[in-house]
Every structure is written in C-alpha cells, then in structure tokens.
C-alpha cells in the first residue's frame, strides 16, 4: 500500500478538483446510502478521499469517521470539515488494517470507488466484517471497468499498465458487477441490494449485511 499512497499524496491537490463526471449517479448513490443510514449510528467511510461524501452525510449519522492512506487527502479533508464546521466527523490517515480502526466498532462501513484499488481485495472484504458489528452494514459502490464497451476495455489494456509503469496510475483491478457482487457474497455477506445507477454508469451500488457469525 505504500507505493499508493505515494500516489495519492501526489496527485491528491489536483484530484479534488476535478469535477465529478457523472454527478447524476452520485446523487442517486448518496440518496440511496442515506435511506440505509440512521441518526444513531456509527458510520467508517473506507478510502474517504478530499472528505466530501463523508462530510454530506455527516448530518444523517451520530459519528462518522472517514479514513484514507493518504496523508495529503486527509488534510484537504480537514480543511474541508473546519470550514463547514462539521462536530461529528473524525478524519484519520490509516490502511483498513490498522489498528486505530475499531473493530466491532462501525454499524456501517462505506466503501465508494475502493475495492477495485485493493490488490487484497478479498483480505480487505474480511478486515470490513471485522470492523462491523454483528449485523452491520457494509454500503459500497464499485466502479467495474469490465463493463465498459469493447473500444473501452481494450484501451484500457493497453493505456493502463503504461500508466502504471511510469506511476501515473495506482493498481486498478478490472471486475464485472457480478464479480463486484460475488465478491462480497463470498466474504460472508448477505446482499440486500444491488444496482447500477444511470444508462451511463459502470458503477455497481451493493448494499450487504454482515451476517451474525463472524
């Protein structure tokens, strides 16, 4: 995870100012993640970023705690939180591994544009149910490069590991939605929501439980 990290300190300044490419389904995504959220609730969001989702749905949730490995986008992300004047959001640098995490601790993880940048995607998914207390829920939305059009993908082939070699691009796994789904299934979740929002997305929203036995 360092060689990510080092990526996204480095681009972190010029990454929250690009415009959200698709704010139709982001919308959709925060409307829906709101309908599973209550005000007494714990809320970890994984790989926060500049803050900004964590900070809209701040309102909605007793205590949220948004973690990045990026040092640099959790100081955007602060700058972010003393401006608006947020009282109920933590910002912490921190893998999902780390210990500063509570396990147990979170009545719901988010996980926005997250799993297909973990090169331990399955270990990632296991650490979550550990966060989770029994019966939580895991909300995430999970950008499947494997469901764009043949044009795309192949590019995609060809442009990425390029990108990657002269670190311009951090680790990007290609997953279909099923796979997005199946993945989270097999980790020990039940599924009670998964969809794509929007002709245009290549996004898929799933929402799971953890369930009672760990």
Same mark, same amino acid.
């Given at each position: 995870?360092?060689?990510?990290q080092?990526?996204w300190d480095?681009?972190?300044?010029?990454?929250?100012k690009?415009?959200i490419?698709?704010?139709?389904?982001?919308?959709?995504?925060l409307?829906?993640t709101?309908?599973?959220?209550?005000?007494?609730?714990?809320?970890?969001?994984l790989?926060?970023?500049?803050?900004? &989702?964590?900070?809209?749905?701040a309102d909605?949730?007793?205590?949220? &705690?948004?973690?990045?490995?990026?040092?640099e986008?959790?100081?955007i992300?602060?700058?972010?939180a003393?401006?608006?004047g947020a009282?109920?959001?933590?910002?912490?640098r921190?893998?999902?591994?780390?210990?500063v995490?509570?396990s147990?601790g979170?009545?719901?993880?988010?996980?926005?544009?997250?799993?297909?940048?973990?090169?331990?995607?399955?270990? &990632?998914l296991?650490?979550?149910k550990v966060?989770?207390?029994?019966?939580?829920?895991?909300?995430?939305k &999970?950008v499947?490069?494997a469901n764009?059009?043949?044009f795309?993908?192949?590019?995609?082939?060809?442009v990425?590991?390029v990108?990657?070699?002269?670190?311009?691009?951090?680790?990007?796994?290609?997953?279909?939605s099923a796979?997005?789904?199946?993945?989270?299934g097999?980790?020990?979740?039940?599924?009670?929501e998964?969809r794509?929002?929007?002709?245009?997305s290549?996004?898929?929203?799933?929402?799971?439980?953890?369930?009672?036995?760990l």
């Amino acid at each position: 995870m360092q060689a990510a990290q080092k990526f996204w300190d480095k681009v972190a300044r010029r990454y929250v100012k690009r415009p959200i490419k698709n704010m139709t389904a982001y919308n959709e995504t925060l409307e829906h993640t709101r309908a599973r959220l209550s005000p007494d609730d714990r809320v970890l969001e994984l790989g926060c970023g500049s803050g900004m &989702t964590a900070l809209l749905l701040a309102d909605d949730v007793e205590q949220m &705690t948004a973690s990045d490995i990026s040092g640099e986008m959790i100081e955007i992300a602060k700058e972010k939180a003393k401006a608006d004047g947020a009282a109920n959001v933590e910002f912490v640098r921190a893998t999902p591994f780390d210990e500063v995490l509570e396990s147990g601790g979170y009545d719901v993880v988010l996980a926005f544009n997250f799993l297909h940048l973990m090169e331990d995607r399955d270990g &990632t998914l296991a650490r979550i149910k550990v966060l989770l207390k029994p019966g939580g829920l895991f909300i995430s939305k &999970t950008v499947c490069l494997a469901n764009a059009g043949p044009f795309a993908r192949l590019l995609m082939r060809l442009v990425i590991p390029v990108m990657q070699w002269v670190k311009k691009a951090p680790y990007v796994r290609s997953m279909s939605s099923a796979e997005a789904e199946s993945c989270i299934g097999d980790a020990g979740f039940e599924i009670l929501e998964s969809r794509s929002f929007t002709d245009q997305s290549i996004s898929r929203f799933v929402v799971a439980r953890k369930t009672r036995a760990l």
